[in-house]
């Protein structure tokens, strides 16, 4: 299952909620970042957080751009590669 799907022109690409998901709870993880601790050092709450995880709703791109910052790297790390893209 793809998810949900949506343009974010600042990526350059797809957003795909279920795929962001996903990757938002392994960069998490690989911190070793509780959900509360990251939402406190993104200035988000922990709600929305959740939300994420479980691909209940999507981001507003300032919200990337926080949970980039929060985690040490790039918007990119959340963007949608093509198969043939993947690293």
């Known amino acids: 299952m793809w998810?949900?799907?949506?343009h974010y022109p600042h990526f350059g690409g797809v957003f795909v909620q279920d795929q962001f998901a996903k990757r938002l709870r392994e960069l998490r993880e690989a911190r070793n970042l509780s959900q509360t601790e990251l939402a406190s050092l993104?200035?988000?709450t922990l709600r929305s957080?959740?939300?994420?995880?479980q691909g209940r709703n999507e981001p507003k791109w300032s919200a990337i751009v926080q949970l980039?910052?929060?985690l040490g790297v790039s918007t990119e790390e959340f963007r949608v590669r093509e198969p043939d893209q993947q690293a």
């Open 3 to 6: 998810g949900v799907q949506a």
């Open 42 to 44: 993104a200035n988000l």
């Open 49 to 53: 957080i959740e939300n994420w995880e």
């Open 68 to 70: 980039a910052t929060a």
